[in-house]
């Protein structure tokens, strides 16, 4: 797939990523109670990296989770051949805590929804935000981000790739064109 | 790692050993679902899991049931001994009845081998072996397989002792192709009487000596004698069994400090194992049936989660 427009550099995503740890500080009037869920794959290094952010900001260490969604999928009777399972790491109890849901892009809101369902089987948390670096549009559910790195106004034929050192090697974040129209596929 | 394209569940014989990693790889975020408060995931909400026994069991259908429930599946359990197989329905026709009934999956047990094979040709909906006669009993041999992963690690060079009446075990024969697509040393262990012929050709050495075969094992797979198979006379008493072929705390003592002790139950206690080698710290006979309903989901995940048309065979 060709590459149509690169939309952060690693700057541009460090830059994102520091001012959200701040808003997500901010909002939350500190730290108390408070601890990061990634959603596989990329949101993972994405809550690891704000967390770090966190704590050295408010001298503390942040708890981070990691989330697998797949069993809560809407899309699994279409698909073909089955998504693989991974472990869902969550090594604190999630009632009572603020849980800030990471994710790398925001597209239908599918996988947020699943990532709800997922979280609250886990039990109660006493509210639960959502943090995103790119919102690309086109939700099919009514769900918002609370903290965005980056507004990208997209078309359903394009791919919106976030590209992380801990996983591909760099930071970075492009748009790619589908050749064939899209199926509406979270990333 | 590999793609999953099995309509059905007949046999480990079929599974290469990539699909066998894969489902063992997705019983382990199954096993997650034990220590949560809600055990209850919506994955195959809508989706039906209808059972079929025609032979008694405790630890299988049990099992098969929790783990489909906790998958967001309806189950039915037919029992067959009120069914209209009293009535004299036949095998095929009670089938094609719980598949018009509704069953996405049929999850069968029948006395004769080849039963599952021939349902898997009849209905059009997904079949899961869950033991025919002495073939094969597959998800018991993955729930082997995921035990001895649990606590090894991994399978190359282990050494295997399956010991018992290897002839009339479907157990031993899912092990079997199992453990040695996985890179396992397999050791058969039983009474010449109750060794199959030809048994080798699997890629298992024969012994006919338990102690000797304990001594370098990775685990021991002590299995069930059937007494409700036991009236040809094979052996001349359970007696003389017990004091050859038994688990008992002095072979207990003889196995590597390491080593596990598996059962895959109902044990006879004081038969082919004794209650001291049961209660051993190295026993996992309790932890094989967990592990059972752990893969029984990552199992029905796999046939039923997915879009039926991808499916080859």
């Known amino acids: 797939m060709p590459i149509k427009a690169e939309v952060m550099d690693a700057g541009d995503l460090r830059r994102a990523l520091f001012r959200l740890s701040r808003e997500i500080v901010e909002h939350n009037k500190g730290v108390e109670d408070l601890a990061l869920v990634g959603i596989r794959t990329r949101g993972v290094p994405l809550a690891q990296r704000l967390a770090g952010l966190i ?47 990471v994710d790398d892009v925001l597209y239908t809101g599918r996988t947020v929804r699943a990532a709800l369902d997922a979280l609250m089987d886990l039990g109660r948390p006493r509210l639960i935000q959502l943090a995103v670096l790119i919102d690309r549009g086109h939700r099919e559910l009514p769900i918002r981000a609370d903290y965005v790195g980056k507004n990208v106004p997209t078309s359903r034929r394009e791919v919106v790739h976030v590209l992380l050192k801990e996983i591909d090697g760099e930071d970075r974040v492009v748009i790619e064109e589908l050749s064939a129209p899209s199926v509406g596929k979270e990333t | ?32 679902i034990f220590g949560r408060e809600i055990k209850k995931l919506p994955t195959l909400r809508g989706k039906t899991v209808i059972t079929l026994f025609f032979e008694p069991s405790t630890r299988t259908r049990t099992s098969f049931e929790v783990a489909a429930k906790w998958l967001g599946a309806d189950v039915v359990n037919l029992s067959v001994a009120q069914s209209s197989v009293a009535k004299g329905e036949s095998f095929i026709d009670t089938a094609k009845t719980v598949e018009a009934a509704g069953a996405d ?42 035990t001895i992963k649990e606590r090894k690690g991994g399978f190359h060079g282990l050494r295997v002792v399956i010991v018992g009446d290897i002839m009339h075990s479907r157990v031993a024969r899912s092990d079997i192709w199992g453990l040695t697509k996985l890179g396992a040393k397999v050791t058969v262990v039983g009474p010449p009487t109750l060794m199959p012929p030809g048994i080798e050709t699997l890629g298992v050495e024969v012994a006919y000596e338990l102690d000797a075969a304990l001594a370098r094992a990775d685990g021991v797979n002590v299995l069930r004698l059937q007494l409700e198979r036991q009236k040809k006379g094979l052996f001349p008493s359970v007696r003389e069994y017990a004091r050859l072929y038994g688990m008992n705390a002095e072979r207990a003592r003889r196995l590597p400090p390491d080593a596990l002790i598996m059962h895959p139950g109902p044990t006879n206690l004081g038969v082919e194992i004794t209650e001291e080698a049961a209660c051993d710290p190295r026993a996992v006979i309790t932890t094989q049936v967990s592990n059972g309903v752990a893969v029984r989901m990552a199992l029905l995940y796999l046939l039923a989660g997915g879009k039926e048309d991808g499916l080859l065979s």
């Open chain 1, 55 to 101: 704590g050295e900001q408010e001298g503390t260490r942040i708890q981070v989770g990691v989330l697998d969604i797949t069993f809560y999928r809407d899309d699994l009777s279409l698909l073909s051949p089955q998504p693989v399972v991974h472990q869902s790491e969550i090594p604190f109890r999630v009632a009572e805590k603020k849980i800030v849901l």
């Open chain 2, 105 to 146: 999956v049929i999850v069968v047990r029948h006395a004769i081998a080849g039963a599952a094979k021939l349902l898997a040709e009849t209905v059009r909906c997904s079949v899961i072996n869950a033991g025919d006669g002495a073939h094969e009993h597959p998800t018991q041999g993955l729930l082997d397989l995921y």
């Open chain 2, 1 to 32: 790692m590999a793609v999953w394209r099995h309509k059905h569940l007949l046999g480990l014989a079929d599974l290469t050993a990539e699909e066998i990693e894969l489902v063992l790889s997705l019983a382990g975020p199954c096993k997650e």
